[in-house]
């Protein structure tokens, strides 16, 4: 009884059975930890095999694709290494990922051997977990821990190997696009075209005219620390320096915006009417047409508000501005008050000389639009009417009835425009007779500048033939019908490019029909004031090369015509079979 006894085999049964357990437990851990070595090997082979095949980039993607199998925000931020076809978001991501793979985009694994990596890499995993498969729920847990901490390894090389990529310029662009911290502002002002510039406020616009602002003002959301400021002319030719300057400012955070005086519901247009404005084809050129192109598509509701008013103008050309604006104009330089827009444009989009680019026009406007625009606010004939001549002789075959004496057709009408102080015919009265003689009826003019527009377009409208010197006096083509005939006499030295890049082209846009008659050089003034041999007669392409100054000096200004009524003649009967055709 005083004896120690030796352990009874039931009390020593437990702790053999807990030694063993603890053994084989850190035996299948380490048969884990080899299983998974062994499988990393196995799939580092299958890389390194693959990158002979595919090219080092590819090679990436299949280590990426034989990973991906496992979910999470981890996996779905590292897996995609290939970009697809549809993922790829413009023309720029994709040439940088063909510049990448060396110019082959084709030599990415299909879908199929994709999937056939995957199935490989996800066998090997599973024979090894076989392999390791723990008998207790302790040797479980420390597989699991295992093979998360190695996975988690893994995941940290692969994401390493990714950045570095990104670093290096290589990796695909497209899976992920990182904006910045503060995205740039987008420029209100565009300064791009040669012709001008234009700026477009969309949100709350402010205008204060008389310090021939307008500003823009950020949402709070929006507003930075740094502000934007152009100053720009506001009409259709850039560099005439005849325009005054408009200044265009985006407000910053720390910038204070007036308070309104005024809130308006619809946009506003500031556009200056000064420059080269009086004398008719600059009027239409610089701020009708590009008024036209800018505010056409808007039905009248934009409010003008007019830099540098010209008060004749306004009263000129009232029938185009009401229609084209709805609402009264603003004298924009003596404006004291702040008005508050939807929408603000500052400047006149202009796309050539007396001229509108289709493709560039809203709704695809052209000349013609244009002109039967000005016909159709001038209360003229539709387009459908006839030329007078004609619309007059068929009305007259249809009553007369048959009565010879009432079959006398009406004379084509022709308006003869005399220039008052350049380029005019110096022998007016004798060309009226010559053109008589053909067989027209002469409407001599003489145009002065307090013609009402309106009642002037009635009397172009009358007529079949609009002749005249090239030069201003030839804008009242707007005012003729389809198929109506103008007759350009083009001056002497070499001013045929001028006068079909200003009136012969634009006449032709407009389906009117173009008759260009250049004089000789003894029908100038200028043989009779230089002689002959003089290089201003002889040779003009040597004064074109001087400059133009010295082009508009001897052609433009010091130059009237005499024009020689039979050389001229034969003109006048290509005229007439135009008419009949």
Same mark, same amino acid.
């Given at each position: ?102 110019? %082959? ?10 999937? $056939?990596?995957?199935?490989?890499? $996800?066998? /090997? ?52 696009? /990182? ?51 152009? =100053? ?49 084809? %600059? ?59 939807? $929408? ?6 202009? $796309? ?171 029908? =100038? ?31 433009? /200004? ?24």
């Amino acid at each position: 009884m005083g004896t120690d006894s030796p352990p009874s085999s039931s009390s020593t049964a437990p702790v053999a059975v807990g030694a063993k357990n603890a053994v084989r437990a850190v035996a299948q851990h380490h048969r884990a930890v080899v299983g998974f070595l062994l499988g990393f090997f196995l799939v580092l082979l299958l890389y390194t095999t693959l990158s002979s095949q595919f090219g080092s980039q590819t090679a990436i993607g299949v280590l990426q694709s034989s990973s991906a199998v496992r979910s999470g925000p981890a996996a779905r931020a590292a897996a995609p290494s290939l970009p697809s076809s549809s993922s790829t978001p413009s023309n720029l991501a994709q040439g940088d990922y063909m510049e990448e793979d060396g110019g %082959h985009k084709n030599d990415k694994p299909s879908k199929m051997e994709e999937e $056939h990596i995957q199935d490989d890499a $996800h066998r /090997i995993g599973k024979n090894n977990q076989s392999e390791a498969k723990l008998d207790v729920k302790n040797g479980q847990n420390a597989e699991q821990t295992g093979q998360q901490g190695a996975s988690d390894a893994s995941d940290r090389m692969e994401e390493e190997l990714i950045r570095q990529e990104i670093d290096q310029g290589g990796g695909n662009k497209n899976d992920t696009i /990182i904006e910045p911290a503060t995205a740039p502002r987008k420029p209100i002002c565009d300064l791009s075209d040669p012709r001008y510039d234009i700026c477009e406020i969309s949100g709350d616009a402010r205008t204060m005219g008389a310090n021939r602002t307008v500003l823009y003002v950020p949402p709070v959301g929006e507003l930075g620390a740094d502000s934007q400021e152009w =100053s720009i002319r506001d009409q259709s030719r850039k560099y005439l320096e005849y325009i005054n300057k408009v200044t265009v400012k985006s407000l910053n955070a720390s910038q204070a915006a007036p308070e309104c005086t005024s809130r308006h519901a619809v946009p506003a247009l500031v556009f200056a009417m000064n420059g080269l404005t009086s004398n008719p084809w %600059h009027d239409f050129s610089d701020v009708l047409i590009p008024l036209f192109i800018t505010t056409r598509a808007l039905e009248g509701e934009v409010q003008f508000l007019v830099s540098d008013l010209q008060p004749w103008f306004v009263d000129k050309y009232r029938l185009i501005l009401r229609n084209l604006s709805r609402y009264d104009i603003v004298d924009f330089n003596r404006d004291g008050g702040v008005r508050c827009y939807p $929408h603000v444009t500052v400047g006149l989009r202009g $796309h050539r000389d007396l001229g509108i680019d289709p493709a560039r026009a809203p709704r695809n406007y052209t000349m013609l639009d244009f002109r039967l625009y000005i016909r159709e606010i001038n209360g003229l004939p539709p387009a459908g009417v006839s030329i007078p001549y004609k619309e007059a002789n068929s009305n007259a075959a249809t009553a007369a009835s048959g009565a010879p004496e009432q079959q006398q057709q009406r004379k084509p009408r022709l308006m003869l425009i005399n220039r008052g102080r350049t380029r005019k015919f110096v022998n007016f009265p004798e060309i009226v007779a010559a053109v008589q003689k053909a067989g027209f009826e002469v409407i001599p003019i003489e145009p002065r500048r307090d013609v009402s527009v309106e009642e002037f377009s009635r009397v172009v409208d009358s007529c079949d033939v609009l002749m005249g010197a090239h030069g201003a006096r030839l804008t009242n083509f707007f005012f003729l019908r389809t198929n109506a005939v103008m007759l350009q006499v083009v001056p002497w030295g070499h001013m045929e490019h001028p006068s079909m890049v200003f009136y012969g082209g634009p006449a032709k846009e407009m389906r009117l029909k173009d008759v260009e008659y250049s004089i000789a050089d003894v029908e =100038s003034t200028l043989y009779d004031k230089y002689g002959k041999d003089n290089p201003v007669v002889s040779d003009p392409e040597s004064i074109h090369r001087h400059g133009w100054q010295f082009g508009m000096r001897y052609y433009w /200004i010091e130059q009237d015509i005499r024009l020689n009524v039979t050389r001229f003649a034969p003109t006048l009967q290509q005229v007439l079979r135009m008419l009949s055709e």
